[in-house]
């Protein structure tokens, strides 16, 4: 996508919850100068933030309700801590989105309202999610088997083209940047983040 942002074969790119620009080592601004349009969805003003036309500010995981699926598979519901002043749940760019593009006659708009509503569409559609919404209440993780019927031609992952872009929130501190409060602790004045593994592991507890 970079290649094709750069060429001019790719013209918008919208992204969400993620820094192109520093994972990729982007330096270069003619890397994305064949964009036409840039939007970026995110929680900071990340490097790829920064070069975009169009931010919108994203609610954290406390910030927000619904459910989440991690790595392997579990998934777990969240409840919002506190209601967010200008941020919005990805739930609600997205759908804010489709609507105002609806209008100007460019797709469907997404007519579920709350993230609870759209969690049962995905337990009715998606084999596998069919969970216990009685142990997501209760505070508990159900495990996911989701699937998808063989679909002709196969395709196989290239080599090299899923990967870790090591941007996790405590365990490389690239996140943690954004926060003042974390970078003013003693621990990280004395000691980097990633390079300290009683840091890492009481990060992990």
Same mark, same amino acid.
């Given at each position: 996508m970079m290649e094709a942002a750069a060429s001019g074969k790719l013209k918008a790119? /919208? #992204?969400v919850g993620a820094n192109p620009v520093k994972t990729f080592d982007?330096? $270069? @601004?003619d890397r994305l100068a064949g964009l036409e349009l840039l939007v #970026? $969805? !995110?929680m900071f003003l990340t490097e790829t933030a920064q070069r975009a036309d169009v931010v919108l500010p994203a609610a954290s995981t406390y910030e927000k309700d619904g459910t989440l699926t991690n790595t392997a598979g579990e998934v777990q519901m969240t409840r919002r801590s506190i209601d967010p002043q200008g941020p919005r &749940? !990805? *739930?609600d760019l997205i759908r804010i989105l489709s609507h105002q593009l609806g209008m100007l006659g460019l797709g469907s708009p997404i007519r579920l309202r709350t993230p609870e509503a759209a969690f049962e569409e995905i337990r009715q559609n998606v084999r596998g999610y069919d969970l216990s919404v009685a142990g997501l209440l209760s505070g508990g993780a159900e495990t996911s088997a989701a &699937?998808? @019927? *063989?679909v002709e @031609? &196969? /395709?196989e992952t290239p080599a090299g083209v899923v990967f870790s872009s090591d941007d996790f929130l405590f365990s490389s501190g690239t996140l943690g940047r954004y926060c003042s409060k974390l970078k003013s602790t003693n621990e990280a004045k004395e000691i980097p983040w990633s390079s300290s593994p009683n840091m890492q592991s009481w990060w992990y507890r």
């Open positions: 790119l /919208y #992204v982007v330096k $270069q @601004p #970026v $969805q !995110d &749940s !990805d *739930f &699937s998808c @019927p *063989f @031609p &196969s /395709y």
